[in-house]
């Protein structure tokens, strides 16, 4: 009989159509390789060297404005530019290209350098999901915009260099492969079996609990079945909606509860500042109506053991498949016992 917490298995990724090998026997190997350096935790509330800071310059010589809440603007560095001529370009058929035509942004989420989605306030938190509903509704109105990204690096494991609060938002004219893999999986559930993939899955998840972690009247946040990464999360709405522009207001306001929730429980994890990458996954903005999308966002942090020990996707990871030993059960258990209140302001 095979034993999910015990013999090496496969599970099989229903949302994006690929396989993750997990391995719960070995949870218990000693670690001998790199150890990162932990973040160095305090941040002024103004840095005058960062581009991001009310009223500081940023490369080519803009300054931004004295802003008091959130702020939007192109990116200076965008690696998708409105002008790109959107031609196929091929050699034999054998080189393949096209041009890719978009538009890149960066939304500052405070004025406040040294605050986090986990110690922003849920009222401010929730003029952050307006300014991105509002981002999401006029990016993906653009002619020849058919899929717009909103995401989140967060911490220098991930690439990010500055620590001030901030999210990307890149607005392509392609649906993108992971997303597109998306859509071809909830299509394909749909016909099948005349329902909603993440419905189906959300009462599937919810009746058995194990690898739930927190919800609020609108939103679940999950350790999904085949998650990659150890602590990888997904949060689903209850709803069937398909994006951000069909929220109501109560429903931006539970978002914001929720993302404070789930980073405030990451942080408290390895009691430091938890790296991630995390998006909103909305359907395409292809002008097809897209029944099948449900709403929900992935967070992909690298962290393992503790707040200097990441998992590498390696070896067998980048040639076969990724590989997992810390099951998704063991994982959701762990967040789920993480306190709501974050370390920083526990007072322990
Ligand atoms: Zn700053
Ligand atoms: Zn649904
Ligand atoms: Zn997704």
């Known amino acids: 009989m095979l034993d999910l917490t015990q013999h090496p298995h496969r599970r099989f ?3 994006n159509g690929s396989w993750v090998l997990v391995s719960p026997h070995r949870t218990q190997r000693p670690w001998q390789g790199q150890v990162e350096r932990a973040a160095p935790e305090a941040q002024p509330e103004y840095d005058p060297g960062c581009y991001l ?3 500081n310059p940023r490369a080519g010589g803009v300054r931004n404005p004295p802003y008091t809440s959130t702020f939007v603007f192109d990116n200076d560095f965008a690696a998708l530019l409105p002008t790109t001529p959107a031609e196929p370009w091929s050699r034999a058929g054998l080189l393949i ?3 890719e035509p978009g538009i890149c942004r960066v939304c500052c ?5 040294d605050l986090t989605v986990a110690r922003m306030s849920v009222a401010d938190l929730k003029l952050v999901v307006d300014v991105w509903a509002e981002q999401h509704a006029e990016l993906r109105s653009h002619a020849g915009i058919q899929h717009v990204q909103i995401f989140e690096n967060r911490g220098a494991m991930m690439g990010c260099s500055n620590p001030h609060p901030h999210c990307q938002i890149w607005a392509s004219s392609s649906i993108p492969p992971e997303v597109s893999a998306e859509v071809h999986q909830q299509e394909a559930w749909r016909s099948g079996h005349g329902s909603c993939l993440l419905c189906d899955y959300l009462a599937l998840e919810r009746e058995s609990g194990e690898r739930l972690i927190c919800e609020n009247e609108s939103f ?3 350790v999904p079945f085949w998650a990659v990464w150890p602590f990888e999360l997904m ?6 909606l398909a994006g951000m ?6 429903e931006r306001l539970r978002l914001a509860d929720i993302l404070k929730r789930v980073t405030t429980r990451y942080d408290n994890l390895f009691a430091a500042p938890f790296p991630y990458t995390m998006g909103f996954h909305q359907r395409p903005a292809d002008g097809a109506a897209h029944p099948e999308w449900h709403f929900h966002a992935h967070y992909y942090p690298p962290l ?3 707040a200097t020990i990441r998992k590498f996707m390696v070896g067998f990871e980048m040639l076969c498949m990724p590989q997992r030993d810390i099951t998704a059960e063991n994982a959701a258990a762990r967040l789920r016992a993480m306190p709501e209140i974050h370390y920083l302001e526990s007072g322990a």
């Not at 522009?245 to 109560?250: G, H, L, Y």
């Open 13 to 15: 990724n229903l949302l």
């Open 53 to 55: 800071c009310p009223g």
């Open 97 to 99: 290209a096209a041009g």
């Open 109 to 113: 989420f405070s004025p406040r350098h």
């Open 220 to 222: 679940v946040a999950l």
């Open 235 to 240: 949060l689903v709405s209850k709803r069937h």
């Open 245 to 250: 522009d069909e929220f109501d207001d109560t």
């Open 304 to 306: 393992l053991r503790s």
